[in-house]
C-alpha cells in the first residue's frame, strides 16, 4: 500500500492508554488527522490538555474523541472506522482470574479487524502486538542460537500455557504471551484468507518505560513506581530489553504513514538491560527512594539478542536511553 498522506484520517483505538497516546501524539505531529476512541471522558479531556501542552493542534477539528465503552461492540467499531484511512489498534483486555483470559485476547485482537477489512477507504491497520509473542526466552525458554527476527514466535508460551491450562493452573504473565502470540498468528491468518484491500503491521515494544504522559501510571510504569516504594515485584524478571514509550509512539505513526512498513512485523526494542541496571539508574537520581537491594539484584548479565534493524532506521538511529526512559518515568509518577 502506498504511504498515507498528511491530512489523512487515522483511528486510534485506545488513545488514553499509556503508548497510544504517544502514538496519537506524534501521528497529529506528522500531519494526520486523529480520531481517538475513549471510554472515559475526564481522561479525553486530560489527552487534550496534555497534547496542547506539547504544542500541537489538539482542536476537534484535528483531534476528535468519541466514546468507546464496548471493546465487544461491532457497531461502536463501525462507527469509529467510518471514513478512516487507517487505523492503530494499541488495546487489550483487562486479566480476569476467573474466564479464559487467552481466548479474550485473541477476540480483542480480532474483531477490530474483521470490522476494518469492511471499511473500503481503510489503507493501513497496525495493531500492538508484544515482543512476548516472538521471544521464548520471556516465558523461561532457552536463549535462541540465532537473534529473535520478525519471523519469530513464541511457541514455548502457547506449549505453557496448554500444559498449565490442562493442569487447572493461571499465570497471567504466560496467558498474556500465548494470547499475544496466537492472537497475532490469528490475526496474519486472517490476512491470508480474506485479503483485505489494506495491509496488516505489527510492531511488536520490548518491556517499556518512559513518561506518564498524564493521570496515574499504568502497566509497566506502574510496577516502575512500585519499585521506588520498594516493592521486589521487578527484582524477579529475567534479564530483559527495554523501549522507551516515546519512541514506541513515535515508532506506531511510522508504521500507519510509511509504506515501506505495510504487511511486516517490526520488533520495537532499545536494547538490553536488567533490574540491576534500572535499580542503579533510579538510586544516582533519586538516592531517597525505597529501593530494593542485595541478593534480589544478583542477576546473569544482560545479552543482546534481538535484531531491531528496521526500528533503529526507522529512528535514525537514535533511540532513548534507558537512563532517560527510567528517570523520566520516575518523575512523571511524582519522583
Not at 510509511?258 to 537520581?285: H, M, Q, W
Request: charge should be negative; aromatic fraction near 8%; charged fraction near 25%.
Amino acid at each position: 500500500m502506498p504511504a498515507l498522506p498528511p491530512g489523512s484520517l487515522i483511528v486510534v483505538v485506545g488513545i488514553t492508554g499509556y503508548i497510544a497516546c504517544y502514538a496519537g501524539l506524534e501521528a497529529l505531529r506528522a500531519g494526520f488527522r486523529i480520531r481517538g476512541t475513549v471510554r472515559d471522558t475526564q481522561r479525553a479531556a486530560a489527552l487534550r490538555v496534555a497534547y496542547e501542552k506539547f504544542g500541537v493542534d489538539a482542536s476537534p477539528e484535528n483531534l476528535e474523541l468519541v466514546t468507546f465503552d464496548d471493546l465487544g461492540s461491532e457497531a461502536q467499531l463501525e462507527v469509529a472506522f467510518a471514513d478512516a484511512d487507517g487505523v492503530i489498534n494499541l488495546t487489550m483486555p483487562e486479566f480476569d482470574s476467573e474466564d479464559d483470559y487467552v481466548s479474550r485476547m485473541i477476540d480483542g485482537m480480532m474483531l477490530p479487524l474483521r470490522v476494518a477489512a469492511r471499511v473500503p477507504s481503510i489503507k493501513r491497520y497496525v495493531m500492538t502486538s508484544t515482543l512476548a509473542a516472538a521471544d521464548p526466552q520471556l516465558v523461561g525458554g532457552a536463549p535462541t542460537a540465532e537473534p529473535i527476527t520478525e519471523h519469530a514466535w513464541n511457541d514455548e508460551a502457547v506449549q505453557l500455557y496448554n500444559t498449565l491450562r490442562a493442569a487447572g493452573e493461571k499465570n497471567q504473565w504466560v496467558e498474556y504471551c500465548a494470547g499475544k502470540t496466537l492472537g497475532e498468528k490469528a490475526a496474519w491468518e486472517f490476512i491470508e484468507k480474506n485479503k483485505p484491500t489494506w495491509d496488516l503491521v505489527t510492531i511488536f515494544p520490548a518491556c517499556t518505560w518512559g513518561p506518564v504522559m498524564f493521570g496515574p501510571a499504568r502497566t509497566t510504569a506502574q510496577i516502575l513506581a512500585g519499585l521506588l516504594e520498594g516493592d521486589p515485584t521487578l527484582c524477579y524478571m529475567r534479564p530483559y530489553t527495554y523501549v522507551d514509550v516515546r519512541d514506541c509512539g513515535k515508532l506506531h505513526a511510522i508504521a500507519i504513514a510509511e509504506e515501506s512498513f505495510g504487511g511486516k512485523r517490526t520488533i520495537a526494542a532499545a536494547g538490553p538491560t536488567n533490574i540491576k541496571e534500572v535499580v542503579d539508574k533510579l538510586k544516582k537520581s533519586f538516592p531517597s527512594a525505597k529501593l530494593p537491594g542485595g541478593p534480589s539484584l544478583e542477576v546473569p548479565a544482560s545479552k543482546w539478542n534481538i535484531d531491531n534493524a528496521v526500528a533503529t532506521r526507522a529512528l535514525d538511529n537514535e533511540w532513548i536511553s534507558v537512563e532517560d526512559a527510567v528517570v523520566e518515568t520516575a518523575k512523571s509518577v511524582g519522583y
